[in-house]
């Protein structure tokens, strides 16, 4: 027997999160960020989709992941750097095997 490990599937809620991992741009002036942002969401996003589980985040301390309460439960963030973070849901299908499904939500600013 075998042991097969997958990499969780990352989706995007909005077209722009995803314009911006493909291409570093957003033609929408509502969601430009400066080139920095974009470098680090991007490394951000390829850890999530590099991750076995969502457990594989926990010792990665840079990233800081965390379940989010109150108005947000129901999402997890990681974070961008210590301003903006990428808020995301998490599935998992508990057949085997085990396929966890990553939809980023947002990159939000932390602190607005």
């Excluded at 995007?12 to 080139?35: N, V």
């Excluded at 301003?83 to 602190?111: A, G």
Aim: glycine content about 4%; aromatic content about 12%; proline content about 3%.
């Amino acid at each position: 027997m075998f042991l097969l490990i997958l990499n969780m599937i990352v989706t995007f809620e909005y077209d722009y999160l995803k314009t911006l991992y493909e291409t570093g741009k957003c033609s929408d002036k509502k969601h430009r960020f400066q080139p920095d942002i974009i470098k680090r969401y991007q490394k951000a996003v390829n850890f999530l989709k590099g991750a076995s589980c969502i457990e594989a985040l926990w010792p990665i301390r840079s990233l800081q992941y965390e379940i989010l309460l109150g108005n947000k439960a129901g999402l997890s963030s990681i974070r961008v750097n210590d301003q903006y973070r990428i808020e995301f849901s998490v599935t998992q299908n508990e057949k085997e095997p085990i396929l966890t499904i990553c939809n980023v939500v947002d990159l939000s600013n932390h602190y607005k």
